[in-house]
């Protein structure tokens, strides 16, 4: 009996659909909302490619986020994620140049060395992207 239902429930999992519905995007409107999809990751600890920007007090990193398909530009959320001294930086949430596979994050702090604190502290970028596929 507890197999039968937890094969009926599995099924039921399997089935339900998730509800996406895009009210705005950087493309023109009239895709499907079946085109839709939400997709997330992460730079990595340890891992994001952190360049200097101008002075040591800036650095900027481009975002991979083809893996996601999309066929427009995604609408992007943003945040720096790190074990330490994330919270003062300016422009964690400030996307440049979004298209549908990539977008870069410049980060400043005017009072501390951010290409070493970003380095040290292990900041990297956490994103969320909801846009069309098809």
């Known amino acids: 009996m507890c197999y039968t239902i937890l094969v009926t429930l599995l099924l039921c999992v399997a089935s339900t659909s998730a509800d996406v519905m895009i009210v705005g995007t950087e493309g023109a ?4 909302q079946p085109c839709s999809r939400v997709c997330s990751g992460t730079t990595g600890r340890g891992r994001t490619n952190w360049q200097m920007y101008y002075d040591a007090t800036a650095i900027v990193t481009e975002v991979d986020i083809s893996a996601c398909g999309f066929v427009e530009t995604p609408n ?3 945040s720096v994620e790190g074990k330490s001294h994330h919270f003062v930086v300016l422009g964690a949430a400030s ?3 979004a298209r ?9 702090d005017p009072n501390n060395n951010v290409v070493s604190s970003a380095k040290r502290y292990n900041w990297n970028i956490e994103w969320v992207a909801v846009g069309y596929y098809c």
């Open 29 to 32: 409107p009239g895709r499907p």
């Open 76 to 78: 992007i959320m943003t």
């Open 95 to 97: 996307v440049y140049n």
């Open 100 to 108: 549908p596979d990539r977008f870069w994050i410049y980060l400043k």
